[in-house]
């Protein structure tokens, strides 16, 4: 078969598929998978056959039988992409359940130091050592996306780290909640944002998206679609006053595009909402929405 529509073929496999099986088919397929044009993103968010389980919870992809009889570790999948990859990736996806430990994290950034969009898991307790690391390797991120629910005591070692190496660095998307110490974060540590992606945070205060908005001051774009705004202890603030506050908001830089949904009629909105209080359905529904974004540089 022609390697031009091998690869054509390839390119509708995940990264399994390709390094553990079609490669090892004959030598023509095995050539046909070293295609630059098939790594330049490292996708995991949707494979099935990988153990990214934290080590004190439950795995479901593990435990259930039917899935495969192998099971694959992430260091594993990272490492066989990587001898096909080599530095050509430029995005790097995390399944959103994955266990990241430093090794991990260390070896990826070694193995691919040309990434320009991350998106890193939920479970990443790891040293500020090893984000200082990663970070310096991934000089040219421009994208960066992150899951603070999960990493409340190490998630400044992510920001700080990020912003301290990667002077490209324009968009960021975080979720989780928004309250004082968040913001200065962001605004200490990535001055240059042009476009910031809240979406589904609890926002404590809306007064406190002002300074994203005035001392951000090359911001164009900040979506604060399906947030959940909380004033005056855990009161949820209506849509009117939440519309006359942003008003108030947008004198300070009209030039800023806020991007918002409906609050009353958003389904995505209703459904967090009533998931909220079932912390399995809860993680279904992030882990469903995680990849959407009103803007598309945050799309994966």
């Known amino acids: 078969m022609d390697r031009d529509i091998l690869v054509k073929i390839f390119e509708k496999l995940n990264v399994i598929d390709v390094t553990m099986g079609a490669s090892r088919v004959c030598i023509s397929w095995f050539l046909a998978s070293h295609e630059k044009s098939l790594w330049k993103t490292i996708n995991l968010t949707n494979l099935q056959r990988v153990d990214f389980s934290h080590p004190r919870l439950p795995n479901s992809r593990v435990e259930d039988e039917k899935v495969n009889e192998h099971v694959y570790r992430c260091n594993t999948v990272l490492f066989e992409s990587t001898k096909f990859s080599s530095t050509v990736p430029i995005n790097l996806f995390f399944n959103y359940d994955t266990y990241l430990t430093d090794e991990d994290l260390i070896d990826a950034a070694q193995r691919m130091p040309n990434i320009r969009k991350l998106v890193l898991p939920r479970w990443c307790h790891l040293s500020e050592n090893s984000y200082q690391f990663a970070f310096r390797q991934w000089k040219n991120l421009q994208t960066l996306i992150i899951d603070q629910r999960h990493t409340s005591l190490t998630w400044r070692h992510k920001i700080q780290a990020s912003g301290e190496n990667c ?31 809240l979406r589904f945070c609890d926002i404590i205060d809306i007064g406190r998206v002002l300074p994203l908005i005035t001392s951000l001051k090359n911001l164009t774009t900040l979506n604060l679609s399906h947030c959940r705004f909380l004033q005056r202890g855990a009161c949820i603030i209506g849509s009117r006053e939440l519309d006359n506050i942003l008003c108030e908001i947008a004198r300070y830089k009209c030039e800023t595009l806020i991007m918002l949904c409906s609050y009353v009629d958003c389904k995505s909105c209703k459904d967090a909402r009533k998931d909220s209080y079932v912390i399995v359905r809860l993680h279904a529904f992030f882990e469903k929405n995680w990849r959407n974004d009103e803007i598309e540089e945050f799309e994966f």
């Open 167 to 197: 002077i490209n660095l324009t968009n960021f998307k975080t979720l989780g909640c928004l309250n004082e110490v968040v913001v200065e974060e962001i605004v200490r540590c990535f001055p240059n944002l042009k476009k910031l992606s």
